[in-house]
């Protein structure tokens, strides 16, 4: 089978490193990739939101299956785009429909789904620029911090936690008034602050059965010990040491059935991952978001846990057999640590050539922004690599990852060193 995977991220080369393993796949062509991705695969350079031109593409290349990285085809509803045409609906494309993409696409129309089918979630309320001022007086009925969440799609980065009543209420001014997040803000999700351990649930759903993948942990911040400006993320471990066989099946029972039945009972067409955002409450869990796609970098140590072909998965998916599918998971840890440009996630420069590729043992170097110049592999976006081991603990896999950090450099090289150590 021939396969188009959309998406240049870490999380794509990670699909892509899975997927030319299958049998199943002989042809991977990925739009429009990075340099990693172009060393296993065939890079092609469109875009993922550039619907005819993806057409004309599957359609001249003969692509049996398309698996769509991102979120942002996804909520400009490729799904959709593809059902409807007559050359196309018969090629499987891997992720919600566009109406399924509104639990990442809208945090209204998601809290709205997580009340109606009591899933356990953070009480809200929501605001526009006209209502800025109830919104301030919302604040004042909540116990600090205030969390501020920009309603549409902000790259990960419109979410605000905020300690000062007066600092949140002139926030807030920011993002509905003065459009802080462009029109990502022009709606704003105020929600109460849960005190909890953060992780990571992924679900994989051809829209009636599911298969739970390895949890995972993500680290947001820039800097050690959790301070400083929200990136992407800066590094992962999977599984989650402190996930029990109790929380999961509360995550199970509470969480991903209602999700799945929740799906079903609104008409909802989704066929492949769910990413559950939960907060760990006393050992309650409960929802703090929704992503319509796998997390990056949560999928470079997701991924290489999978033991179970991704194509026969995702095929599975499509023709709504999954749960004909056995799943398999490496027993061993994974950790992933995230080299980023100096400055990011603020202003970085590009085009800096990355050195010591060659010298990495016991680790995958996953690419994220990356590209190929004059036969050199150069720095193209804010996260540049991540660097994913294996271990009999996360511990094991954490030093595997940093010795392999040791062996590459490019200028204004910048990391966490803390990646796991609130775990310990």
């Not at 692509?63 to 050359?87: A, S, T, Y």
């Not at 999928?299 to 095929?315: A, C, G, M």
């Not at 193209?380 to 660097?387: A, I, Q, Y």
């Amino acid at each position: 089978m021939t396969i188009l995977l959309l998406g240049s991220g870490g999380r794509e080369h990670a699909f892509a490193w899975k997927m030319i393993q299958s049998p199943l796949c002989d042809t991977l062509f990925v739009a429009p990739g990075n340099a990693g991705t172009a060393s296993i695969a065939t890079n092609v350079n469109m875009s993922p939101t550039d619907f005819d031109a993806i057409k004309a593409f599957v359609i001249a290349h003969k692509i049996g299956m398309v698996v769509v990285g991102p979120e942002d085809p996804l909520v400009k509803g490729i799904f959709d785009f593809f059902k409807n045409d007559d050359q196309l609906n018969h090629i499987p494309v891997i992720g919600p429909s566009k109406v399924g993409a509104q639990l990442e696409g809208s945090k209204e129309f998601a809290k709205e789904f997580l009340v109606k089918h009591n899933i356990p979630t953070a009480a809200y309320d929501s605001f526009t620029a006209e209502t800025v001022e109830k919104g301030c007086d919302f604040l004042a009925t909540l116990q600090p911090p205030y969390v501020l969440k920009a309603d549409g799609l902000a790259a990960g980065k419109g979410v605000l936690i905020i300690h000062d009543l007066a600092e949140a209420k002139e926030e807030l001014r920011n993002m509905l008034v003065g459009q802080k997040f462009g029109a990502a803000s022009s709606k704003v999700v105020i929600e109460e602050f849960l005190d909890g351990i953060e992780l990571s649930c992924f679900v994989l759903t051809d829209g009636k059965s599911y298969k739970i993948l390895p949890t995972a942990k993500d680290y947001k911040r820039i800097g050690e010990g959790d301070t400083g400006l929200n990136t992407g993320g800066m590094g992962a471990v999977s599984p989650v040491p402190y996930v029990d066989a109790v929380l999961m099946e509360k995550i199970e029972s509470r969480i991903v059935k209602p999700t799945i039945e929740g799906f079903q009972k609104d008409g909802i067409e989704y066929k492949g991952f769910v990413f559950i955002g939960l907060i760990n409450v006393n050992n309650e869990p409960i929802v703090i978001e929704y992503n319509v796609r796998m997390g990056d970098p949560e999928t470079e140590v997701v991924i290489p846990r999978l033991k179970t072909d991704l194509v026969e998965l995702f095929l599975a998916t499509a023709n709504e057999k999954l749960d004909q599918i056995t799943l398999e998971i490496d027993e061993r840890s994974a950790t992933t640590v995230m080299l980023v440009s100096g400055g990011y996630p603020e202003d970085f420069e590009k085009g800096k050539i990355i050195s010591g590729l060659e010298n990495v043992t016991d680790s995958i170097v996953f690419h994220a922004g990356t590209k190929l110049e004059n036969n050199q592999v150069v720095t193209n976006g804010g996260r540049v690599l991540t660097v994913t081991s294996y271990g009999d603990n996360f511990q094991e896999a954490i030093k595997k990852s940093y010795q392999n950090i040791d062996k590459l450099s490019f200028d204004k090289m910048n990391f966490r060193k803390d990646i796991g150590n609130d775990l310990l």
